[in-house]
């Protein structure tokens, strides 16, 4: 099975701290995404990867930034987070390109970070 | 860019009870997504549809996507406690973009 995990579950930071939130896949996926989920507004896409080193950005990427060292790890950086980035943050991990029809997303369980 | 709605945004049936949750696009669906999401956990692949006029089933849910292409309904019959969470469905654009999610609610 796909595993996709993220650092944490829970995650409370104030104003103006730089935010680290780390994800894992463990099968070989070349592209891996950052989402954001919020109430009414369902998942909106930040930033996503096809490859290491490489980075696109998706729908809102401000106030963010995101790291690709190595395949298997993808991380989001708020460096300097806000209260309206309190927020449901999912990851996710896919097998082929974007344009690939069988493009199936594996998630990861999501951090749920509230910045005070 | 590709939009999705979802309808109705949130519902709340009796255990035992069918019901429809609708996903309409703006724009022509080449690869439909439905996924579930049990609140406050990541989200869980249930099936993906392709050809217009295509159905599939897993148990108690059945997934359609319209001839057309751009509406798919996700049904479920005789639902139970365990089908309660968010229904996400997706389309593939370039990017993966989702609807809103729908929020089911099953009262025992």
């Known amino acids: 099975d796909v595993k996709v995990t993220q650092s944490s579950r829970y995650l409370v930071k104030r104003t103006g701290e730089k935010v680290f939130l780390e994800c894992v896949q463990d099968m070989d996926h070349e592209n891996m995404f950052w989402y954001r989920q919020d109430p009414g507004l369902g998942l909106r896409l930040i930033y996503f990867?096809?490859?290491?080193?490489m980075k696109e950005k998706g729908d809102i990427p401000e106030g963010y930034s995101v790291s690709r060292e190595k395949k298997e790890r993808f991380s989001l950086i708020l460096e300097s987070a806000s209260t309206n980035q309190t927020s449901m943050y999912l990851c996710a991990s896919s097998l082929w390109g974007p344009g690939e029809v069988y493009n199936e997303q594996f998630f990861g369980p999501g951090t749920r970070l509230t910045v005070l | 860019s590709q939009e999705l709605e979802q309808s109705p945004q949130s519902l709340i049936v009796q255990e035992g009870k069918n019901l429809t949750i609708n996903c309409t696009s703006s724009k022509t669906l080449y690869g439909l997504y439905w996924y579930k999401q049990k609140y406050g956990e990541g989200l869980i692949f249930l099936m993906m549809l392709q050809k217009g006029g295509e159905e599939k089933s897993h148990e108690k849910i059945t997934a359609k996507l319209d001839e057309k292409k751009q509406q798919s309904s996700l049904h479920i019959t005789a639902s139970q406690p365990s089908h309660a969470g968010i229904y996400l469905c997706?389309?593939?654009?370039?990017?993966?973009?989702f609807g809103a999610g729908t929020r089911l609610t099953v009262k025992p």
């Open positions: 990867s096809y490859d290491v080193k």
């Open positions: 997706g389309a593939l654009a370039g990017d993966m973009r």
